[in-house]
């Protein structure tokens, strides 16, 4: 049987054209209006939730956790601008538990640093929306993180530069509970303890679930503000869900110590049979479960 010759195929034809991110209108502008900042919240949580649908994959559970914490830093905290997300005296901000990767996609759409429609590339094929965040890819995005255990020692190292040059940006990295129990969180914590670092804030999103099991039961973080005072930090208790009081809390101006917020939060939010259930961790609803999700999560 001859072997049919190969022809080199031109590069246009290998596959659909890479999807190019830039700058959109934004959805929403930035408030500092806690009515304002809940519908915003209220449209991340749906696309959330059709996000992850379409793609049949996500982490459903802690995006709806982190949405309030998300928002109220996207939409009335960070110095950021869609328009030049790489300004240089811009807020950094790191999604350290990079698989709620979906969370992060939809803020930064409606915030206008690209398309909300081109959220739907979720997790296909090619597209750069992977399911941890890329530095790479997706404009607004400072650090590769999904590996837990690295955005604090980035956010560090970042806060560290800002201190060394004068500057006044501040750098912020949203953390899961769960994510704790690397041991690295506590190296960056110790020596930002130490250089007293007041440009630095690490958000837990407390919703007391890691992925199989309650973070109680696998390995105590109690009395958590305590450890990271122990380390040098100022520790603040928030409800994780009520964006006046992030707005409250995160837009505090840095002291002369790192500020760890603890947000505490419930997996699911919003969702009735998703809310509190370490079940929706890593999960994805059926038809007939989407359709009373949306009904619930309706503007
Ligand atoms: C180093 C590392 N180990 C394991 C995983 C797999 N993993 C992904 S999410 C997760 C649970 C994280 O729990 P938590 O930090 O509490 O996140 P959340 O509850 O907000 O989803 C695990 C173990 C990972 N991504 N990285
Ligand atoms: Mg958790």
Not at 65 to 84: A, H, K, R, Y
Not at 219 to 227: G, S, V, W, Y
């Amino acid at each position: 049987m001859a072997i049919a010759q190969r022809t080199a195929m031109p590069l246009e034809e290998k596959g659909p054209a890479p999807l190019v991110l830039g700058a959109v209108k934004p959805s929403f502008e930035k408030t500092e209006d806690a009515e304002a900042l809940r519908r915003i919240a209220a449209a991340v949580r749906l696309k959330v939730v059709k996000t992850i649908a379409l793609a049949k994959l996500g982490h459903v559970g802690g995006d709806l956790s982190v949405t309030d914490i998300l928002t109220t830093l996207f939409f009335s905290v960070l110095d950021v601008d869609p328009g030049n997300p790489a300004k240089p005296d811009r807020d950094r901000f790191i999604l350290s538990k990079g698989h709620c990767a979906a969370a992060l996609y939809s803020v930064l759409s409606l915030r206008g640093f690209f398309d909300p429609e081109a959220v739907d590339a979720f997790m296909k094929p090619l597209s750069p929306l992977n399911g941890h965040p890329n530095r790479r890819k997706i404009p607004g995005v400072e650090a590769n993180t999904g590996p837990l255990g690295h955005g604090l020692p980035i956010g560090l190292g970042a806060a560290i530069g800002a201190k060394l040059a004068g500057q006044s940006w501040r750098t912020f990295v949203v953390l899961g509970d769960g994510e704790l129990q690397e041991g690295s969180n506590w190296e960056a914590a110790m020596a930002a303890g130490h250089r007293g670092l007041g440009n630095l804030v690490a958000i837990i999103d407390r919703n007391r679930f890691q992925q199989g099991a309650g973070t109680e039961a696998t390995n105590r973080l109690e009395p958590l503000a305590d450890k990271f005072r122990a380390f040098g930090w100022d520790a603040i208790d928030v409800d994780g869900h009520d964006v006046g009081a992030l707005h409250a809390v995160l837009g505090a101006p840095g002291a002369d110590k790192p500020r760890a917020v603890i947000a505490r939060t419930f997996k699911g939010r919003g969702v009735s049979f998703m809310e509190d259930l370490v079940d929706w961790h890593h999960k994805v609803p059926s038809a007939e479960q989407l359709e009373i999700a949306l009904k619930e999560l309706a503007l």
